[in-house]
């Protein structure tokens, strides 16, 4: 069974930068994966904020579009999360998974904690 470690989170203030990477353990075919990040806010429902198909193409969210940016690393099993521009409100924990068929595939890995706050 594959699973995703997220890392790279962090307190950070606002305007600053972080990046998060996502390693796919267990997997021969992480190439071919389409591969989301989500975020979850306290008290809120998750929510997509980004996603990189198997031949690198991207889309994002309105909130983070010109901040955020994903990029890919298959050699490495790897997706990572360039965040620029961070605001309050990017503050919550980030996660990483496979996208399948428009939703999200397989289990959460642990996520990684983003805090923006001076």
């Known amino acids: 069974q594959v699973q995703f470690v997220e890392s790279g989170g962090g307190l950070v203030q606002p305007g600053g930068s972080l990046r998060l990477s996502c390693v796919a353990s267990?997997?021969?075919?992480?190439?071919?994966?389409?591969m989301g990040w989500y975020r979850q806010a306290p008290e809120k429902e998750r929510e997509l904020v980004g996603s990189i198909v198997n031949v690198g193409r991207t889309s994002y969210a309105h909130s983070v579009k010109g901040r955020f940016t994903i990029s890919r690393d298959n050699a490495k099993n790897t997706v990572y999360l360039q965040m620029n521009s961070l605001k309050p409100e990017d503050t919550a924990v980030y996660y990483c998974?496979?996208?399948?068929?428009?939703?999200?595939?397989?289990?959460w890995g642990q996520g990684t904690q983003v805090t923006v706050s001076s």
């Open positions: 267990g997997s021969t075919g992480f190439y071919i994966y389409d």
């Open positions: 998974i496979r996208i399948r068929a428009g939703r999200p595939f397989g289990s």
